[in-house]
């Protein structure tokens, strides 16, 4: 386990994860705007790459469990971008929960927990944030967070081929003296 909040436990991923993670990605409305579904393979891979990234970087998007049952919500977190975009590399916070857990604040609570952990233990200068434009639930997330628009940044997102419907992203900042606690 690496951070607890009030609700949430944000850990690495392990083996027991794959199901869970299978179908939150099984729900469209959670893949709307995301490349999806997901295979156990793929969430495997998936989550090799997290805890990889974690061994390398110090941050990964963890997998989220609620405290109170052990349930897998999702996950929320840090990821190292490297891609090739003008603004990275970049450390870029992150969720996705089963649609069930909308709704609760739970993104919000366990993004505050990677913020707090990438400005003070990781000593980042600035995070950002990127989602298809017309994701209003992930940007209102951000709104909620702090983050502000970078209003010159829209780009193109170097995984998707230009004419995907998807492929077109709005990034949002925060800097270190913008985060309250
Ligand atoms: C993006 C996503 C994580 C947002 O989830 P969310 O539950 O809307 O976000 P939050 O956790 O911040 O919760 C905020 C909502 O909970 C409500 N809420 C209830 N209790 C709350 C509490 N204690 N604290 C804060 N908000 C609370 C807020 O009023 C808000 O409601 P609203 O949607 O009516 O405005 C979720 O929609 C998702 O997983 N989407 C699919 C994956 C995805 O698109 N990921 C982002 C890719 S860029």
Known sequence: MVLTTDRLLLRLWRDADVAPFVALNADPAVT???P?????????QFFSAQNAMHARHGCCYFAAELKE???LAGFVGLKYQDFATSFAPCH??????ASR?????LASEGARAALRFGFGRLGLHEIMSFTVAENARS???MERLGMVRDPDGDFAHPALPVEHPLSQHVPYRLP????GT
């Open 139 to 141: 940007r209102r997330v």
């Open 176 to 179: 270190r003296a913008a985060f």
């Open 69 to 71: 049952t052990g349930e």
């Open 32 to 34: 709307e705007y995301l």
């Open 36 to 44: 999806g579904p997901v295979t156990p393979e793929q969430a495997v």
């Open 101 to 105: 857990h909308w709704g609760k604040g």
């Open 92 to 97: 870029e916070v992150g969720w996705r929960l």
